[in-house]
């Protein structure tokens, strides 16, 4: 898969994902600020999780 491919799969996946975040963010009635929070809280918990298990290298 060259790199231009790759970058259209990216972003077309991410558009996707943000398309159906965006949907059940509606769909769900919930305040803004409710739907806000909780979309940190578990981004949060995620980069938690996720920090051990990546190397930290300088740039």
Avoid: K, Y
């Amino acid at each position: 898969m060259t790199n231009g491919m790759r970058g259209t799969a990216e972003m077309t996946a991410a558009m996707a994902i943000s398309g159906t975040i965006g949907w059940f963010v509606v769909s769900s009635g919930e305040p803004i600020i409710d739907v806000v929070f909780w979309r940190c809280v578990f981004a949060a918990a995620t980069f938690c999780f996720m920090a051990p298990f990546r190397s930290c290298r300088p740039m």
